[in-house]
Nanobody, 122 residues
Framework: QVQLVESGGGLVQAGGSLRLSCTAS????????MGWFRQAPGQEREFVAG????????DYSDSVKGRFTISRDNAKNTVYLQMNSLKVEDTAIYYC???????????????WGQGTQVTVSS
């Protein structure tokens, strides 16, 4: 069973930046698409960004497009989420996850990290 461990969350002022990392244990990291989701208090978990196996295809939710960038380093078994121009409404727990299927459907992901808290203050 793969383990996904997120890091890089924290408290930042609106307009600031953070970079999240998610490192996977085990082999075959490059065989899977990866995604980032987030969940704010009282809200459903929502798709943020996804990246293909080789990194050449990415997808973003409309709410983060142009501000966030997903990338991956298969040699390090790590996927990143660079978050710029952060807004108060970006405050949430951010999760990385692994899928062999569609980016945007959380049901298609078979492994999830424990999450990392991102808090954006005004």
């Amino acid at each position: 069973q793969v383990q996904l461990v997120e890091s890089g969350g924290g408290l930042v002022q609106a307009g600031g930046s953070l970079r999240l990392s998610c490192t996977a244990s085990g082999d075959f990291f490059e065989s899977f698409r990866m995604g980032w989701f987030r969940q704010a208090p009282g809200q459903e978990r929502e798709f943020v960004a996804g990246i293909s196996r080789g990194g050449g295809i990415t997808d973003y939710s409309d709410s983060v497009k142009g501000r966030f960038t997903i990338s991956r380093d298969n040699a390090k078994n790590t996927v990143y989420l660079q978050m710029n121009s952060l807004k108060v409404e970006d405050t949430a727990i951010y999760y990385c996850a692994r899928t062999s299927s569609q980016f945007r459907k959380s049901e298609s992901y078979d492994s999830w990290g424990q999450g990392t808290q991102v808090t954006v203050s005004s």
